[in-house]
């Protein structure tokens, strides 16, 4: 099964609008990473979030090691922040690289 | 911020081709990887590296090979290119030193026809 489970699968807002995104964890874990996915495919680091809270601009991050989850905070959403939000965990093996949720699709609409 | 820079950007191959992704990072990263993003699998890890002239298998690397001759180059190779091989491959770097933050190119799209 997938280890690291995303949802919602995707999301559709209004401009301004709040959303909040999750993050579970099938297995523990040493940290995670939350990515921005461009509509044109690149990735985007947003926050590398080991445990605690962490906000940049409209995105906030909260992650809870000890519970095996994480969850993206967006608010007042703009029209640019349409794109797919990955989420991904890091073992406590490192050397394994990232183990990738299959993400969130989110569609700002004026 | 870290620089990891991919080339080609795209590409189109024969099946049956030869194939070869570059990867170019300038951060002295240790830890490099190559992960592959097809829908519904999300991105899955094919091969990485933690020095220059090794490198290890990761979740998915069967039909893959890869090689790193310097701390900086990371290059995934496809001997015999396959229709199932169509997909986004991203190579990443890490530096595990400091902490273990992941950083990734652009990506390469690869259609095999």
């Known amino acids: 099964g997938q280890q690291v489970q995303q949802s919602p699968a995707s999301l559709v807002l209004q401009e301004g609008e709040n959303a909040e995104l999750q993050c579970n964890f099938s297995t523990s874990l040493n940290s995670m990473q939350w990515f921005y996915q461009r509509p044109e495919g690149s990735l985007v680091s947003l926050f590398y979030?080991?445990?605690g809270t962490k906000q940049s601009g409209r995105l906030t991050s909260t992650t809870v090691i000890k519970e095996r989850r994480s969850s993206l905070h967006i608010s007042s959403s703009q029209i640019t922040d349409s794109g797919t939000y990955l989420c991904a965990m890091e073992l406590w093996n490192y050397a394994q690289g990232l183990t990738f949720g299959l993400g969130t699709r989110v569609s700002v609409f004026p | 911020e870290a620089a990891v820079t991919q080339s080609p950007r795209s590409k189109v191959a024969v099946t049956g081709g030869k194939v070869t992704l570059s990867c170019h990072q300038t951060n002295n990263h240790d830890y490099m990887y190559w992960y592959r993003q097809d829908t519904g699998h999300g991105l899955r890890l094919i091969h990485y590296s933690y020095v220059a002239d090794s490198t290890e298998k990761g979740d998915i690397p069967d039909g893959y090979k890869a090689s790193r001759p310097s701390q900086e180059n990371f290059s995934l190779i496809l001997e015999l290119a396959s229709l199932s091989q169509t997909a986004v491959y991203f190579c990443?770097?890490?530096?595990?030193?400091?902490?273990?933050?992941?950083?990734f190119g652009k990506g390469t799209r690869l259609t095999v026809v």
């Open positions: 990443a770097s890490s530096d595990v030193r400091v902490n273990t933050e992941v950083f």
């Open positions: 979030n080991p445990s």
